[in-house]
């Protein structure tokens, strides 16, 4: 498979947070603890409609982390990834309440 | 019993909130900051979900669509496993229009715009006020904020002026803020100088080397070898997609 450039991401990601990042460039996760929950941007580029998507959410449960995991294609697709994925975004839930921000999750749990 | 719309809008910390919000945003130091902020302001405004959702042309190859998601995040990962972007009814409509509408009043044409409208509403958008916000004139860049309700016809209410000047000024403030994080995400991908940001101007006023030279106090070819490296910082192959990707994210 082609490898990308590396994907425009905000000059803070690799700052402050966690970020993973497929080995071909076409998924890129961004991951920080906030008082409120786990912050998660997730990056993908569709090869097949050249279509990027960038989707960011506030998590502030487990249940609704591993759901939102589960549900997605990575899981198949990029499984090292998948799993450095629950395994960071688990550990920075347990830590929020320490840091700063404020949220609300909508997701169902 | 759920206040009504029209409740809500009356309820004296609702512009006042809504306000403080929008200022927090303009101040807001990163993304997570912002995605918790747009929960906060969808809670207030009486929505159940939200959804800040931007377009842009990224290069050549890539079209981009980034949301900010106040509702169940599942709905994204739907919307994009479904391609629901190239059929999407609300944001074609926010492609040519600047008045927020409500989304029943847009009709889907095709099979796969009822899909991605069956979509939305399955995850908490059965009835949605969509308030688009676009770049100036000439670039692809624009956005749409999405304010949701499990309830039908829950938008439909006197409250709904009010509620939309507000909802206006948010999806602006949210516009700014996105295209200030993309114009901070060009310049530390490309790694951009001032001299750099020069000769994008004069290329977007028209300028041919000749003139920029004259204007720069240096030679063409000095120019043009400026531009083979500019071109490559930007993973762009002509000055032409070089500027419209510099104007794309709000640098020139």
């Not at chain 1, 498979?1 to 966690?18: E, F, H, Q, R």
């Not at chain 1, 991951?31 to 960038?54: E, H, I, K, Y």
């Not at chain 2, 200022?23 to 902020?37: C, F, G, N, P, W």
Request: proline content about 4%.
């Amino acid at each position: 498979m082609k490898k990308l450039k590396p994907t425009l991401i905000s000059a803070d990601a690799d700052k402050d947070g966690i970020v993973l990042r497929s080995e071909d460039g076409r998924l890129f996760y961004w991951l920080r603890a906030t008082r409120a929950g786990l912050w998660v941007q997730r990056d993908r580029r569709r090869q097949d409609s050249r279509a990027r998507l960038v989707q960011s959410h506030m998590f502030c449960t487990d249940a609704a982390f591993a759901r939102w995991c589960n549900a997605d294609t990575v899981r198949f697709d990029y499984p090292v990834i998948f799993v450095k994925l629950q395994r960071e975004g688990r550990a920075l839930l347990k830590g929020h309440e320490h840091a700063p921000d404020t949220a609300t999750d909508h997701a169902a749990t | 019993m759920r206040p009504t719309l029209q409740q809500i809008t009356q309820q004296p910390d609702f512009l006042p909130g809504l306000a403080l919000i929008t200022q927090r945003m303009a101040q807001a130091s990163d993304s997570s900051e912002v995605t918790a902020l747009l929960a906060e302001a969808a809670l207030l405004a009486g929505a159940d979900v939200a959804a800040f959702a931007s377009f842009m042309q990224d290069d050549e190859f890539y079209e981009s669509y980034r949301f900010i998601l106040a509702c169940d995040p599942l709905w994204c990962l739907a919307y994009e496993n479904d391609a629901c972007y190239m059929h999407d009814p609300w944001l074609t409509y926010a492609r040519h229009h600047s008045e927020p509408v409500l989304a029943h009043r847009l009709p889907a044409k095709t099979n796969k715009e009822h899909g991605v409208r069956a979509l939305a509403s399955e995850y908490g958008f059965v009835s949605a006020l969509i308030v688009p916000s676009q770049a100036p004139h000439g670039l692809t860049r624009l956005g749409a904020l999405c304010l949701g309700s499990r309830e039908p016809g829950y938008f439909d209410d006197p409250g709904l002026s009010l509620l939309t000047f507000a909802a206006t000024v948010l999806a602006m403030r949210l516009h700014e803020w996105q295209v200030a994080q993309l114009r901070s995400e060009l310049l530390q991908y490309a790694a951009l100088t001032p001299d750099d940001l020069t000769l994008l101007q004069h290329q977007l006023e028209g300028h041919k080397s000749k003139e920029v030279a004259r204007a720069i106090n240096t030679t063409p070819i000095a120019i043009d070898s400026h531009w083979q490296r500019l071109n490559a910082k930007l993973g762009v192959t002509s000055r032409l997609a070089a500027v419209r990707r510099a104007a794309e994210y709000g640098l020139i």
